[in-house]
């Protein structure tokens, strides 16, 4: 069964930072790219970030580049998420996501990111 | 990097059918026919209904029905039942590894 769960989500002050883990099970996790998509309370879902499979690739929306990173550990079958600088419209459930080619097939059930001082 | 645009909401009564919209442009929907939708029942992770367009993953009801005329795709789901009522998304490659979700759709089932 493929699993993905997601941890490391909490209360953070405004300027701070936190880094978002994913662990992957069930599947080999090294064959699949992952993303990062988040979805602010009452809100839509927004596309965070992509990584590749051996990591060579990465990409972000451009609401994020210069303050998120995303990176892997295919040893552990690990994704993590950091983010950095902290702002109040980055409080949202965070979800990891499979991708199976050109379309997220498996999502965790999410970590809750409040940002609030 | 702009949302795609759905309608905030549809209805219809158990057994119509509805369509969901979601207009993109010419550098995403238009582009790519990686157009993909999503159902999100309240307090639940997003579940992947329909891929590239048309296709549906192991295990989706074949109730539901993609399709894409230029920037825009759309969502048929026939044969409305009370658990089909939930959020909507739509999603679009938009090159560069990139992708784009739509505002979202919430249905609801009379």
């Known amino acids: 069964e493929v699993r993905l769960v997601e941890s490391g989500g909490g209360l953070v002050q405004p300027g701070g930072s936190l880094r978002l883990s994913c662990a992957a099970s069930g599947f080999t996790f090294s064959s699949y790219s992952m993303s990062w998509v988040r979805q602010a309370p009452g809100k839509g879902l927004e596309w965070l970030s992509y990584?590749?499979?051996?990591?060579?690739?990465?990409d972000y929306a451009d609401s994020v580049k210069g303050r998120f990173t995303i990176s892997r550990d295919n040893a552990k079958n690990s994704l993590s998420l950091q983010i950095n600088s902290l702002r109040d419209e980055d409080t949202a459930v965070y979800y990891c996501a499979r991708d199976e080619g050109w379309a997220f097939d498996f999502w965790g059930q999410g970590t809750t990111l409040t940002v609030s001082s | 990097q702009s949302a795609l645009t759905q309608p905030a909401s549809v209805s219809g009564s158990p057994g119509q059918s509805i369509t969901v919209s979601c207009t993109g442009t010419s550098s995403d929907v238009g582009n790519y026919d990686f157009v993909s939708w999503y159902q999100q029942h309240p307090g639940r992770a997003p579940k992947l209904i329909i891929y590239?367009?048309?296709k549906w993953p192991s295990g989706v009801s074949n109730r539901f029905s993609g399709s894409k005329s230029g920037n825009t795709a759309s969502l048929t789901l026939s044969g409305l039942q009370a658990e089909d009522e939930a959020d909507y998304y739509c999603?679009?490659?938009?090159?560069?590894?990139?992708?784009?979700f739509g505002g979202g759709t919430k249905l609801t089932v009379l």
């Open positions: 999603c679009s490659y938009a090159g560069g590894r990139t992708w784009v």
């Open positions: 590239e367009v048309t």
């Open positions: 990584i590749s499979t051996d990591s060579s690739t990465i």
